[in-house]
């Protein structure tokens, strides 16, 4: 169960995905004075060292950071989250990734607290020494729990401010991941129902993974699902072809701005042919008489050939 390091993955397409819209949303937070939580219930190592010998053995920022640094012409969304990547790299170079602590950190103003749980027993140190150099303000916003997130979740719940973001990411090794996101956002939504919840998933050929989002879906909140497909599923195995971030109670400025966005990842972040990217909304999410349209049309968009049923 403990042999994910996110060290190797580290600014791949699926973090691309799943950090430009956590960096939108932090954004709106900080649209109000009011102060608020973020609650990353998967924390990793916080910030990662793109030269280092882990992440440069799969290389997989290459064909995710690299490829948006590289682009001309950005859509908003995209522009706004390498803002925040490329003031980890002041020198700019982008040797250093920040993950979802990192781009919170950077956003919170000093009344706003960060909550981390990372249950890895090694990363949870390296999580300690990296913040442990991110200074004092940083050290006494967050509290690091070393303690299993799906469970622990509930108990921070609600925020004592009353405005929260919870960031679900876990890696999905252990296919019993699928059902603990179900039950620890049920538990989540019964004692906060307003909070903004933010879900990474993967797409892979499982039938856990369909089976997780077709649940939060029927869930009754406004929801917002963006999928990304980077290239065709590897034949009969389990190797990620694609995520998704499904939010809960997102910011209304979301879906536009992913309406913009998720074209052009798909043809930017693109593998093969196979490349598209799906935008899908809750029906309440938008006013009774567009609901109807939204529905039937969940916004399917491909990009690249029409391709063959997998
Ligand atoms: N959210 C991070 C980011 O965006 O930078 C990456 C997180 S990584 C995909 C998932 C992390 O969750 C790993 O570091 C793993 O050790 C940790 N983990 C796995 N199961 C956990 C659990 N039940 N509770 C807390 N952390 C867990």
Request: proline fraction near 6%; charge should be neutral; glycine fraction near 6%.
């Amino acid at each position: 169960m403990f042999s994910y390091r996110h060290a190797f993955h580290a600014g791949n397409h699926a973090d691309v995905l799943k950090h430009a819209i956590l960096v939108h949303i932090l954004d709106y937070y900080n649209r109000k004075d009011t102060p608020y939580w973020v609650i990353d219930t998967h924390a990793g190592a916080g910030i990662y060292d793109l030269t280092s010998e882990w992440a440069a053995k799969n290389g997989e920022f290459v064909d995710g950071l690299d490829r948006l640094l590289a682009a001309e012409s950005l859509p908003p969304l995209v522009e706004r989250y390498l803002l925040d990547v490329q003031h980890f790299n002041p020198d700019g170079v982008a040797n250093f990734y920040p993950g979802s602590p990192w781009l919170a950190l950077r956003a919170l103003r000093d009344a706003d607290r960060l909550h981390l749980f990372e249950m890895h027993p090694t990363e949870i140190d390296v999580l300690r020494d990296n913040l442990a150099e991110q200074g004092e303000r940083a050290i006494e916003q967050t509290t690091l729990h070393q303690a299993d997130g799906f469970r622990g979740l509930k108990g921070l719940l609600p925020p004592l401010p009353r405005r929260g973001i919870v960031i679900m990411d876990p890696s999905y090794e252990d296919k019993a991941d699928y059902r603990s996101v179900l039950q620890s956002i049920k538990d989540g939504l019964s004692r906060f129902a307003t909070g903004c919840y933010a879900i990474w998933y993967p797409l892979v050929q499982r039938r856990e993974a369909h089976e997780m989002v077709r649940s939060l879906e029927n869930m009754d909140v406004k929801w917002i699902d963006a999928a990304l497909t980077v290239r065709k599923p590897v034949e009969g195995g389990l190797g990620l072809h694609g995520s998704g971030m499904f939010v809960i109670n997102p910011p209304w400025t979301l879906h536009k701005a992913l309406d913009e966005a998720m074209p052009w990842l798909a043809k930017t972040l693109a593998q093969d042919d196979r490349a598209s990217f799906t935008l899908a909304l809750s029906p309440s999410a938008e006013a009774p008489a567009v609901a109807k349209r939204v529905k039937k049309d969940r916004h399917i968009k491909r990009v690249g050939k029409p391709a063959a049923k997998d």
